[in-house]
Every structure is written in C-alpha cells, then in structure tokens.
C-alpha cells in the first residue's frame, strides 16, 4: 500500500512525526505537508500566488500553501504514481461535528477523495499530544484494516477519525458514528495594536450541542475510536422535493392575473 500523508498543523508537527512513524510499518509513505500552521483552512487552494516546494533533512517535502495545496500538487505534478490512500493528521485537537467543515486535515484528505483516492483525516480529542504514540499505533492499525481491503478499482471513500487522548490500554473500539454540532462559536477576542487600532481574533469553538448517542462527541467521551463516513456532497437531499414544490407553487401565483 502506497501513502500520501498530510496534516495541517505543519510538517514538523509531533502529530505528522508520530503517524509518520507508525504508518512506515503497515504501508510506504510518502510526506507533503505545509510549511507552517494552516489550521482552520478547509478545502481551500492558492490560486493568487505561487507555490514552493522544499524538502526537509528528514526527507518530508513541505509547501508554501494549504493542507489542500499539498495534496493538489501532490497528485498533479509531485508524485510520479497514484496513491492507495490519503491519510491527513494527527490533528492537535478535535474535528468533530462542525469542526469539519472549517478543518484543514479533513480538506487536505478531502482533496485526495475528490481526484477519486480514498481518504482518513485523524485527530486527537485534546489539544497537547497527551498520549500520542498509543493513537498513531491506533491509527496505524485502523489505516491496515480499512486500507487493505479496498482495491485501488473501489468507489471512493472519506473517513473523519478521532482518537481519545487515552493510553493504548484505555483506548475502546472503533464506534462507527454519525457527526454531533456544536454551539455557536465563542465571541470574537478585540485587541490593540502597538498603534492602538483594534485588532480582532476569531473565537474559539463552542461546545458541543448535539452530542447524543450516535454522535462523535458521545463516542469518544466514552473512550471509543470515534469513526465517521463523510462526503463532499452538499446538497440537502431531504430538501429537494419541499423547494422544487415551493418553486413551482410560486411560479404558478405569479402568472395568476
């Protein structure tokens, strides 16, 4: 199995080192990561500038752009072979619920899976890499039950992954689980410049506000592997009928005279 592995936290992360390190024993992989933080860049790609790619004294490659920047570039004109799989992570902190939507490690697997490659996004429930080795083993090992048994011919699948900052001994199953929410962000954080202009940070995420049985958020504050399919596909289906009628019904007052 051949492994394209990014992250957003950048290149020199202990998340990426530590995933690094426990994928070389199931796959090869190969490493094109951002050159800094990109935390929070979701899907998005560098279309105003140029972008450069470096290499690294322990072979990683690293770009001047988003998690989705690296593996665009790396599946249109860095790679000479097509990759089995993409792998995005470890997260320093979780992508859960609403998460998802902002998330760079879920853009850069996300990127892999729209050029038709399967992809998982991992990430650690709490911030500060506490108890990191024993979820890059268990990374690892999800990464060889899954990876294994999909041929390169399969449709296409994405996972969004998290991982319990627990010890290996405490880490429960993998739990197949839709996505929770969350409330609605923190206020804004207003601050001066040296100038005395104000100068505005955006907030941190809420809470979780959907975190019932079936949820990311219930899964892994029971010490489960949280696990769950996603897609790129938008479009609210149950919706589709409830407009294509309101549309029609509208249109018909508006020809009434």
């Known amino acids: 199995m051949k492994i394209l592995l990014c992250n957003d936290d950048g290149f020199l992360a202990p998340g990426l080192l530590a995933l690094h390190a426990a994928l070389q024993q199931v796959a090869e992989v190969d490493v094109i990561a951002p050159e800094r933080n990109n935390s929070a860049r979701s899907n998005a790609l560098t279309t105003d500038a140029p972008l450069y790619v470096h290499q690294a004294e322990n072979g990683f490659r690293y770009v001047t752009g988003t998690p989705a920047d690296c593996v665009h570039l790396a599946l249109t004109g860095i790679l000479d072979y097509r990759p089995d799989l993409v792998v995005s992570g470890i997260n320093n902190g979780a992508n859960m619920g609403d998460d998802t939507i902002y998330s760079g490690t879920v853009g850069a697997a996300m990127e892999g899976y729209l050029f038709g490659i399967p992809g998982i996004a991992f990430s650690q429930v709490e911030r500060g890499w506490r108890h990191l080795d024993a979820a890059a083993s268990a990374a690892a090992d999800l990464v060889r039950r899954v990876?294994?048994?999909?041929?390169?011919?399969?449709?296409?699948?994405?996972?969004?992954?998290?991982?319990?900052?627990?010890?290996?001994?405490?880490?429960?199953?993998?739990?197949?689980?839709?996505?929770?929410?969350?409330?609605?962000?923190?206020?804004?954080?207003?601050?001066?410049?040296?100038?005395?202009?104000?100068?505005?940070?955006?907030?941190?995420?809420?809470?979780?506000?959907?975190?019932?049985?079936?949820?990311?958020?219930?899964?892994?504050?029971?010490?489960?592997?949280?696990?769950?399919?996603?897609?790129?596909?938008?479009?609210?289906?149950?919706?589709?009928?409830?407009?294509?009628?309101?549309?029609?019904?509208?249109?018909?007052?508006?020809?009434?005279?």
């Open 147 to 257: 990876g294994s048994g999909h041929g390169r011919d399969a449709a296409p699948w994405l996972l969004n992954v998290n991982i319990p900052n627990l010890p290996a001994g405490e880490l429960r199953a993998p739990r197949v689980c839709r996505l929770g929410r969350r409330h609605h962000a923190k206020e804004a954080i207003v601050m001066a410049d040296p100038r005395g202009e104000p100068v505005y940070w955006i907030g941190g995420a809420g809470g979780a506000m959907d975190a019932a049985d079936g949820t990311d958020f219930d899964a892994t504050a029971r010490g489960h592997i949280a696990v769950t399919p996603i897609s790129a596909d938008l479009t609210d289906h149950d919706a589709l009928a409830y407009w294509a009628q309101g549309l029609k019904r509208s249109a018909r007052m508006d020809s009434t005279p």
